[in-house]
């Protein structure tokens, strides 16, 4: 029996669960992204303080006017409580206010930071063209200047014409 009751004792179990949820997420009264999710699980307990999402979420980030200016959405997330650091793996899109969709298999978000990265494949379409960065990529939050590692693409260039020779009059 005191053998169960050790085993028992050492078990780690969440502080918070919750299914079928919408979380708001803000500061100083003002809403900076709302999430939701099917199953949610907060550990406070042990060495690491993190939220998770097992089965994925759908988030809505907000500007200070509350308009909604990006999201997105992931089958697995994860949020260390100390670093401010999320993880979103399986299946992630993002899409942000000007249309610009994010695609990868794992992305990392540092909300201190306000920048977005990952070293797996990311696919970013934005006004039809499509950019591919096979090695990664590190953005702002917002994809207003994304760079890509191992690059690849199809972009639309619009062909200039050669300016044209002006002759010069002759001066006697």
């Known amino acids: 029996m005191e053998e169960v009751n050790r ?4 078990e780690i ?15 100083s009264a003002r809403i900076k992204y709302k999430v939701i999710t099917p199953e949610y ?11 998770e999402f097992p089965q ?4 809505i980030s907000y500007d200070t006017d509350g308009k909604e200016i990006g999201s997105i959405t992931c089958k697995y997330a994860k949020k260390l409580e100390e ?8 299946e992630v899109v993002v899409i942000n206010s000007e249309g610009k969709k994010l695609e990868t298999e794992l992305l990392y978000w540092d909300t201190q930071e306000g920048t977005i990265y990952s070293d797996r494949y990311v696919k970013l379409t934005a006004d039809g063209q499509v950019i591919e960065g096979n090695r990664g990529f590190k ?9 890509f590692y191992g690059i690849t693409g199809e972009i639309e260039v ?12 002759q001066v006697d």
């Not at 085993?7 to 050492?10: K, L």
């Not at 953005?139 to 760079?147: I, T």
């Open 83 to 90: 670093e401010q650091l999320w993880e979103a793996r399986n």
């Open 56 to 59: 994925g979420l759908h988030a």
């Open 158 to 169: 619009e062909q200039q014409s050669a300016p044209q020779r002006r002759e010069r009059p």
């Open 139 to 147: 953005s702002d939050q917002d994809l207003k200047a994304p760079v």
């Open 13 to 27: 179990l969440p502080e918070m669960t919750g299914h079928n949820l919408e979380m708001i997420y803000s500061d």
């Open 41 to 51: 699980l907060k550990m406070s307990e042990g060495e690491e303080k993190y939220e």
């Open 7 to 10: 085993i028992a004792n050492d």
